[in-house]
């Protein structure tokens, strides 16, 4: 259900790129600088990749005062590993971090979720798990402490309860940034990048990277007369051998 190393590479490669290419970005401050320094660290014929994109958006909610938008700090991360025969993905965790205001280091952290790929032959089959799934807070990253982040602001979200683990499809950079991008269209660039025709094509090019495989392999059990009787989220999603 995902796709190869190699694509994924040259997938967030890409993204990478375009994010560094199209000037809409540009008003995103630390955006494009921290996609530059994700660039230099993929490694075009082995390895995995590990990108960490920080910069502030202006996000307006029902409980700003006034209607105001506020600048809040969004970490973006994609850590994708490669299995021991090099040529597929063993694990994939694509993280988003929202702070209320724009300082990491003195703002409350009020989201934090990822998105997540484990493959069924390298996991703990004593835990049953979606493959691809959303887990709500987990802990914080290497690169999160670095930036000033800190673990006590995460206790209000019970980071210790890793469950439950909700069904999703699979993700990457390209359609984190984009969905984000959707949620949250009171920051003035938001409006330029999604009407850009560069990153249009590059949101539907990750859309059929990403998803085909996904989709289609779920279609095929949904279809599947042999499979009619088998119930799709323990079969197909958790890997569980049911009948």
């Known amino acids: 259900m995902y796709p190869d190393i190699v694509t994924i590479r040259t997938l967030e490669k890409e993204t990478l790129q375009q994010i560094i290419r199209i000037s809409e970005f540009g008003r995103l401050g630390e955006l494009q600088a921290a996609a530059s320094a994700g660039l230099a660290g993929i490694n075009d014929q082995r390895g995995g990749v590990n990108v960490h994109l920080g910069f502030a958006l202006d996000i307006r909610l029902r409980g700003d005062r006034q209607g105001k938008a506020v600048s809040r700090r969004i970490d973006v991360g994609a850590l994708v590993e ?8 063993s694990n994939a965790s694509y993280s988003l971090l929202i702070c209320r ?21 390298l996991r703990n089959h004593e835990e049953a798990k979606p493959t691809a799934h959303l887990q709500i807070c987990g802990k914080l990253s290497p690169h999160h402490i670095s930036v000033g982040y800190t673990a006590t602001r995460l206790n209000g979200l019970y980071p210790a309860w890793e469950k439950p683990r909700f069904p999703l499809p699979p993700t990457s950079l390209a359609l984190m940034l984009n969905w984000l991008l959707l949620e949250f269209q009171t920051d003035p660039a938001s409006q330029g990048i999604l009407n850009s025709p560069e990153w249009r094509n590059m949101v539907a090019r990750a859309e059929r990277a990403v998803l085909t495989k996904y989709f289609s392999e779920a279609s095929k059990f949904l279809l599947s007369s042999g499979d009619k009787q088998k119930r799709f989220l323990q079969t197909y999603l958790y890997n569980m051998s049911v009948d």
Do not use: L
Not at 101 to 121: C, L, W
């Open 82 to 89: 490669v299995s021991p025969d090099k040529k597929t993905v």
């Open 101 to 121: 205001y724009a300082n990491p280091q003195t703002s409350p952290i009020v989201r934090k979720v990822h998105f997540d790929y484990e493959s069924f032959a």
